[in-house]
C-alpha cells in the first residue's frame, strides 16, 4: 500500500477538512499536554501525511510540512501548519522529521541526507503486495539516509484513525528500530497522540511490520476452512440422505428442501462440532503434560496452532448456532410449510380425526426448544467474553469461571515428586 504516501499533487483532500477527533484525557499524554511540545516535521502532502498533520496539531506539536509543491499543498492544511519545501522542512529545527513518502520516490530524498543527520526520521510506507523477499522499505531508506536515525512506527494506522482518534484495533502503533533512544521517543509521540505503542525490536521486524496491513485475517483462515470444510460434508451428507434418497426409492421430490431445510439441519451439527474442536485440544494437551509428567515440554506445531485458534472456532461455532436459531424462527414463514399445515387439515377432515395432541411430543419439542434457548445463551456469553474490550475487563478467576478449559491447569505446578520424574 503507498496510500500513506505523496503520490503527487492533490487537488482536494480525500478525508475533507473535517475536524480532528480530540484526545482522551486517559492516554498518558493528556498529563503533558500543557507542556511546549517540540516541533515535528512531515515530508509528504498525501492524505495520510495531512491526517497525521493534523493529529499532531491536536496533540499540540507545531507541524512543519514539507512538500514539493508548498504553494499548491498549503490549501490542503490546516492554517496552523507551517508548509514549505521539503528542503526547509528538513532542515529546520524539528529533530524529528516522519517521512509520508513512497518507496518509488525514496530517491528524492537523497539531496536531504546531510540535513537530516542524527534526526529521527520515521517511515511510514507500505509494501504493495505481500511476500516481496527484498529489504523492507525501512532499510532502503536508511541506506539512503545513513546518518540519520531510522524508525518503523505508523504504517499500520489508516488517515481515518489518524483523523477520528484510536479505535480498537487501531489503537496500537508498532515501533522498530536499531536505535533505542529513537525508537522511545518515536514511542512516546505516539503516546501523545492518543496510542499505545508496541515495541517490534530491531530494524529486521519492519518486514513484518510493512506486511501487516496486507494480511487478511491470518488467524481465521484454518478455522473458516474448517468450517465451510465441515458445513460442506455434512450438507452433502443431509442432501444425499432428506432429498436423493427419498426421490430413488419413493419417486417423492424433495428438492424444494434445499434451500431452507437442508441448511437449518447443517447448521447446529457444525456449531456442536466447531464447539467440541474448541476444547478437544486442551484436553489432548492435558493428556501429553501428564503423560510426560512435565509441563515444560512443547506441543507439536498442529498442536500449538489447534491452542491458537479456539477462540476463532468458538466465534464460528457461535455464528453458526445463530443462523441455526434464525433459521429455525423463519421455518413457519415458509409456503411447503403453510402447504403441509393445510393438507394435515384436509387428511384430519376425510378421516374424522378430531385431535392430534400427542403428550409425548409436544413435551419433546417444548425441552427442545428450551435447551436450544439456553445453549445458545450460553454461546452467547462465552463470544462476549471472547472480544478483547470484555475479557480486559475481568481478571484471571472471572475469565476462567465463564469460560472454564482443561488447558488452564496445564499452567498450574505440578506436584513436586512428578516433577522430578
Known amino acids: 500500500m503507498t496510500g500513506h504516501a505523496d503520490s503527487g499533487r492533490c487537488e482536494s483532500p480525500l478525508l475533507g477538512n473535517r475536524s480532528l477527533a480530540p484526545i482522551s484525557p486517559q492516554h498518558p499524554g493528556w498529563a503533558e499536554r500543557r507542556e511546549p511540545r517540540r516541533p515535528v516535521a512531515v515530508l509528504g502532502g498525501g492524505d495520510f501525511a495531512r491526517s497525521l498533520a493534523g493529529r499532531l496539531l491536536t496533540a499540540g506539536h507545531p507541524v512543519v510540512v514539507g512538500s514539493r509543491l508548498p504553494s499548491a499543498a498549503a490549501a490542503l492544511f490546516p492554517p496552523q501548519v507551517d508548509v514549505t519545501t ?252 403453510r402447504y403441509g399445515l393445510l393438507n394435515e387439515a384436509v387428511h384430519m377432515v376425510h378421516k374424522r380425526i378430531d385431535t392430534t395432541w400427542n403428550d409425548e411430543i409436544v413435551w419433546r419439542m417444548e425441552i427442545y426448544i428450551s435447551l436450544g434457548i439456553m445453549a445458545l445463551g450460553l454461546l452467547v456469553l462465552l463470544a462476549i467474553t471472547s472480544l478483547p474490550s470484555v475479557s480486559a475487563a475481568l481478571n484471571w478467576r472471572e475469565f476462567t469461571f465463564i469460560q472454564p478449559s482443561p488447558f488452564r491447569r496445564l499452567f498450574l505446578p505440578l506436584p513436586s515428586h512428578l516433577e522430578l520424574l
Not at 117 to 128: E, F, I, P, T, W
Not at 244 to 262: A, G, M, S
Not at 300 to 312: E, T, V
Request: proline share 6%; hydrophobic share 50%; with cysteine.
Open 86 to 337: 521539503r528542503e526547509g522542512a528538513a532542515g529546520g529545527a524539528a529533530r524529528l522529521v516522519l517521512v509520508a513518502v513512497p518507496r518509488d520516490h525514496f530517491n528524492t530524498l537523497v539531496p536531504l541526507a546531510e540535513a537530516l543527520r542524527g534526526k529521527v526520521v520515521v517511515d511510514v510506507s507500505n509494501r504493495d503486495r505481500r511476500g516481496d523477499p527484498g529489504p523492507s522499505n525501512a532499510h532502503v531508506l536508511a541506506d539512503i539516509l545513513p546518518e540519520a536515525r531510522v524508525v518503523k512506527a505508523f504504517n499500520t494506522l489508516s488517515a481515518w484513525s489518524l483523523q477520528h482518534g484510536p479505535r480498537d484495533a487501531s489503537r496500537h502503533v508498532h515501533v522498530c528500530s536499531d536505535c533505542m533512544e529513537a525508537k522511545a521517543e518515536v514511542m512516546q509521540l505516539a503516546r501523545t497522540l492518543g496510542f499505545t505503542p508496541v515495541d517490534m525490536g530491531s530494524l529486521l521486524s519492519a518486514h513484518e511490520l510493512e506486511e501487516m496491513p496486507l494480511r487478511l485475517f491470518p488467524e481465521w483462515r484454518m478455522p473458516v476452512l474448517l468450517s465451510l470444510g465441515l458445513a460442506t460434508g455434512v450438507y452433502i451428507y443431509a442432501f444425499l440422505r432428506d432429498v436423493i434418497h427419498p426421490f430413488i426409492v419413493k419417486q417423492r421430490n424433495e428438492f424444494y428442501r434445499i434451500p431452507v431445510e437442508l441448511v437449518n439441519k447443517t447448521l447446529p451439527v457444525v456449531a456442536l462440532m466447531l464447539l467440541s474442536l474448541v476444547y478437544l485440544p486442551g484436553v489432548l494437551a492435558a493428556v501429553q503434560q501428564l503423560r510426560y509428567r512435565t509441563k515444560r515440554r512443547r506441543f507439536a506445531p498442529w498442536l500449538d496452532s489447534w491452542l491458537h485458534a479456539r477462540k476463532q472456532l468458538g466465534l464460528l461455532s457461535f455464528f453458526f448456532a445463530a443462523l441455526h436459531a434464525i433459521y429455525t424462527l423463519a421455518l413457519p414463514l415458509r409456503r411447503s410449510y
